[in-house]
């Protein structure tokens, strides 16, 4: 079975703080993806990243950043310089790389982070 | 490029009626898949459809359906509605050549049973 943990309930910061997401994943499939989703006030989860477990290479788009480490089963995501417009839940999430995994995302609780001017 | 739709955007409905909520997906998109969003579970699988073939399943009871059309437009049906269907309903929509697409999501409907 899978299982993704998001251990931060809430986070608040003031605007220009980095504040990092923490998502540990637990599976025994050997190839899996993970995921970065935003989901703001009006519903739709948002796509941010994926990232296969071969790839453990680290990645940053903008002020977005990603530190994958599959001997730790962590894959945590860092905002630089948070805006109020950052405010939203962050979920990640774990699926089975190919196989019968069509369309299933295992979801971690979600972290809510509130960004204050 | 226009992104899933999903309709109705709010829907109230008594215990023991029925609903069936709407989604489009994104053109060229095949695969549909559903998920309940609650405070409490959190995000879940309901199932997923590609060709109209329901491909993958999650844990729930029957009176949850769905189906796809050969538009790719998909609906879901729940009958005999209990208080604790109450939810944030999302749909999504990929490509789904394989397992592990990124998925595109809409903006739910919010389904409250009284």
């Known amino acids: 079975a899978q299982k993704v943990t998001q251990a931060q309930t809430e986070i608040s910061v003031v605007e220009k703080e980095d504040v990092t997401l923490d998502c540990v994943y637990e599976t025994r499939d050997t190839t899996y993806y993970l995921f970065w989703y935003k989901q703001p006030p009006s519903g739709e989860l948002v796509f941010l990243i994926r990232r296969n477990s071969f790839d453990e290479q680290n990645e940053i788009s903008g002020r977005y950043s990603w530190n994958f480490q599959k001997s730790t089963s962590s894959f945590n995501f860092t905002i630089t310089a948070s805006q109020v417009v950052d405010s939203a839940v962050y979920f990640c999430a774990l699926t089975q790389a190919g196989g019968t995994s069509y369309g299933k995302l295992t979801f971690g609780q979600g972290t809510i982070l509130t960004v204050h001017p | 490029k226009a992104g899933v739709t999903q309709t109705p955007r709010y829907l109230i409905k008594t215990r023991g009626q029925q609903v069936t909520l709407s989604c489009s997906p994104i053109s060229g998109h095949r695969s549909v898949s559903w998920y309940q969003q609650t405070p409490g579970q959190g995000l879940q699988f309901l199932f997923e459809y590609f060709s109209e073939t329901q491909r993958n399943k999650g844990n729930f009871p029957g009176r949850f359906s769905g189906r796809q059309f050969s538009n790719s437009r998909s609906e879901m049906n729940v009958s005999t509605l209990e208080l604790g269907d109450s939810a944030l309903y999302l749909c999504?929509?990929?490509?789904?050549?394989?397992?592990?697409?990124?998925?595109?999501f809409g903006s739910g409907t919010q389904l409250s049973v009284l």
């Open positions: 999504a929509s990929s490509l789904a050549s394989f397992g592990g697409e990124k998925l595109f």
